[in-house]
Nanobody, 123 residues
């Protein structure tokens, strides 16, 4: 069973950057798709980005493309979300997620979730 623990959220001004981390444990996660979702108050969970651990293929939501980068560190068993040029509309709780391939963009397609980390972007 894969377990996920996020960290790195916080308060940042618009235009700033944050890097979220997700510690991954459990067997066979090298065969998984790893991703990030977010949920703003009063809104549904929204796909942000995902990658396949084995070959690092990536996929991004249009709203973050060119600003966010998902990556993984095989040696440290970590997944990262580097967020640049943050906007107030990026404010949300960010969740690290996992599933077996392929990459999907609907939250119901992911059965493994971290506890979430709050990101707040002030204007």
């Amino acid at each position: 069973q894969v377990q996920l623990v996020e960290s790195g959220g916080g308060l940042v001004q618009a235009g700033g950057s944050l890097k979220l981390s997700c510690a991954v444990s459990g067997r066979a996660f090298s065969n998984y798709v790893m991703g990030w979702f977010r949920q703003a108050p009063g809104k549904e969970r929204e796909f942000v980005a995902a990658l396949t651990w084995s070959d690092e293929r990536t996929y991004y939501a249009d709203s973050v493309k060119g600003r966010f980068t998902i990556s993984r560190d095989n040696a440290k068993n970590m997944v990262y979300l580097q967020m640049n040029n943050l906007k107030p509309e990026d404010t949300a709780v960010y969740y690290c997620v996992a599933r077996r391939p392929p990459i999907v963009v609907v939250s119901s397609g992911y059965d493994l979730w971290g506890q979430g980390t709050q990101v707040t972007v002030s204007s």
